[in-house]
């Protein structure tokens, strides 16, 4: 099955959301479960109504850091347009952010 954009998918070790195509291999965004207590700058949370329809725990968080899978996963749910505009919103800042710290890296290394 290729999944589609918003697609929420298990794996062995956890759930993560389809976001997209790259050359032809799916891009997924992972979703951190409500036990893990680590924080990222690119988590972001979605309020209950968004959860609705994704087969998540309403806790969960997105970790909005694109990487591609080449497994395959079992669907288990979808998440809708709001949803997906609030994941994509949070994974272009934090693309910004990784491109600002690698800009600053080399300009301290040219120092």
């Known amino acids: 099955m ?3 954009c ?10 993560a959301v389809c976001v997209g195509y790259d050359d032809k291999r799916p891009m997924f965004v992972f979703v951190m479960p409500p036990s893990d207590e680590t924080r990222h700058r690119a988590d972001i949370t979605l309020g209950l ?3 609705v329809t994704s087969g998540l725990h309403p806790d ?3 970790r909005c850091v694109i990487r591609p899978i080449s497994v395959h996963g ?3 749910g979808e998440l809708g347009h ?4 609030a994941i994509l919103a949070g994974c272009e800042l934090e693309a ?13 290394a040219a120092v």
Do not use: C, D, I, W
């Open 82 to 85: 709001s949803a997906m505009a």
């Open 60 to 62: 969960s968080r997105f």
């Open 6 to 15: 918003g697609n929420v998918l298990q794996f062995k070790r956890g759930h």
């Open 74 to 76: 079992t669907l288990v």
């Open 2 to 4: 290729k999944p589609n």
């Open 96 to 108: 910004e952010a990784q491109r600002f710290e690698a800009n600053n890296e080399r300009r301290r």
């Open 49 to 51: 109504m968004q959860h």
